[in-house]
């Protein structure tokens, strides 16, 4: 059984499709005024993973994320250039997407624009009906959504109407958590503003319109999932559940899942501060970008993460001791019979990291199954007791699990050739060594110069500690 988090209940729900084996998935995409911010990726990693796993498990995933190529930010930032929007906005989108994929993040099955004929005659469909229903009005050329009209608003961020006294007219496409007011559906022309000619009179879209007609022309009027960040949830969610269902008359969304916040060295990032960061600029530090990838979805969902320089070299040696250990397990040459603890732990880690996932995208918990398993194995290894078959087994599984869901283990697994990879696979085993030694097991110290030897490396006792040099290149 799987289970989440519904923002929308506050509680944790079984999972239950509205087709069986198949999830309709909505997530909000890129405002492209800008390049994404790492803080942008932390939630698009996070979808990536629910998307990811519900494949893993068998579901049949149509995952539409929209492109916002048309608001106040693109607006000004084009007007501010002396540009057209589709000039100003190109970069970032290609930008996008060319981060999307160094990140090994599954594409979208539509990247639907808000430019976009089709998307503003959807837009203006929607408007139009809330006109007719008496939820939306005029005012000076533009059209609002009455909130007062729609007395359902607020179950999504739990805002009490009443206590924050809506009613006044909001323009802007974004606006403050403690501010509640009509908002705009359509915008009366302006100079320097692109203008569309439509059945509702010329102007263009508002922000929050545009996610409800996208969805709804790619997955219907009622869909499985909705994701964003919590700065999402008001106003931007909560008036596409508005428009969305007082022009529908269905529920819009049955499962709404929401990531908390990325901060940098416990800190709100931001451009002022010095703190503010692209992917390029943790790159340009050395990290590659599986060790992103890693460190942004180890961290459940629904907790803050604190990215810093510490959480990144952790990351980086977290996800070294599995790589390390499937670098090993690729020379594994000796023909023993299979250990039969082995095929348990095996399925045990399976099982266990499964488990983590399905219980609210536990990562945590999934990771630590697979952890378990690194363990296990250093052990029987250590002792001589591994031979192909199994080593072999373990390759598959943890190979199965980063190609299906973690995408950031195997693709560029160590080689003798890489070096900071290979020392520090032979530092940690000669760690474990000297920790063997100073406990007297010498069969399993012996047992590990013996498999360093295999792998092409010579350990040197000297009075000033071990060394270690390279024999040769290891076996194939």
């Known amino acids: 059984m799987i289970r989440f988090h519904n923002t929308l209940s506050g ?14 998935l909505y997530t909000c995409g890129p405002t492209v005024y800008d390049y994404p911010h790492i803080g942008n990726w932390r939630a698009y990693i996070f979808e990536d993973l629910l998307k ?7 579901f049949d995933v149509t ?10 930010k693109t607006i000004k930032g084009a007007a501010a250039k002396g540009m057209s929007l589709e000039d100003y ?13 160094g990140l090994n993040v599954q594409p979208a099955d539509h990247y639907p624009r808000a430019t976009e004929a089709d998307n503003i005659q959807g837009m203006v469909a929607i408007i139009k009906s809330l006109l007719d229903k008496g939820y939306a009005y005029r005012k000076d050329g533009s059209v609002y959504f009455a909130i007062g009209k729609f007395p359902a608003y607020g179950r999504l961020s739990k805002i009490n109407l009443e206590d924050l006294r809506p009613g006044s007219r909001g323009d802007a496409d974004d606006y403050e958590k403690d501010s509640v007011h009509d908002f705009a559906l359509w915008k009366a022309p302006k100079k320097g503003e692109p203008v569309w000619e439509t059945e509702i009179g010329p102007g263009r879209p508002g922000w929050h319109i545009e996610c409800s007609a996208m969805s709804s022309r790619f997955l219907g009027l009622t869909f499985d999932i909705h994701c964003g960040g919590v700065d999402n949830i008001f106003p931007h969610h909560e008036n596409e559940i508005a428009q969305s269902e007082a022009a529908n008359g269905v529920k819009f969304v049955n499962y709404w899942l929401h990531c908390h916040h990325l901060i940098v060295d416990g800190e709100k990032m931001s451009k002022s501060k010095g703190n503010f960061y692209r992917l390029s600029d943790i790159l340009a530090k050395g990290y ?16 803050m993460i604190n990215f810093t320089d510490e959480a990144l070299a952790q990351a980086r040696t977290s996800r070294n001791r599995i790589r390390n250990l ?43 199954a697979l952890f378990e398993l690194v363990r296990s194995v250093n052990t029987v290894v250590s002792r001589g007791e591994l ?12 190979t199965d699990i980063d190609d299906h869901v973690l995408a950031c283990l195997t693709q560029d697994a160590p080689a003798p050739a890489d070096a ?48 270690w040099k390279k024999a040769g290149p290891a076996k194939p």
């Open 11 to 24: 509680k944790v729900e079984e999972f239950v499709p509205i087709e069986p084996g198949r999830v309709k």
């Open 52 to 58: 990811r796993f519900l494949r893993y498990r068998g």
């Open 63 to 72: 995952h539409v994320m929209n492109i916002t190529d048309v608001d106040d």
């Open 89 to 101: 906005t190109r970069p970032y989108i290609e930008a996008f997407h060319a981060e999307r994929d």
């Open 288 to 303: 590659a970008p599986e060790e992103v990838r890693f460190l942004l979805l180890s961290t459940h969902y629904r907790k």
């Open 326 to 368: 499937l670098f090993e397990l690729r020379h594994v040459e000796r023909d023993v019979p299979p250990v039969p603890a082995m095929a348990q732990a095996i399925e045990t880690a399976r099982a266990g990291f499964a488990a983590g996932l399905e219980d609210d995208l536990n990562i945590s918990e999934a990771l630590a």
């Open 387 to 398: 031979g192909r078959e199994d080593a072999g087994s373990v390759i598959d599984l943890v």
């Open 420 to 467: 900071d990879a290979l020392e520090a696979w032979v530092r940690e085993k000669i760690e474990t060594r000297q920790k063997a030694r100073a406990e007297k097991d010498f069969r399993q110290a012996d047992e590990i110069r013996r498999a360093l030897l295999e792998a092409g490396i010579v350990l040197e006792d000297t009075k000033d500690g071990v060394r």
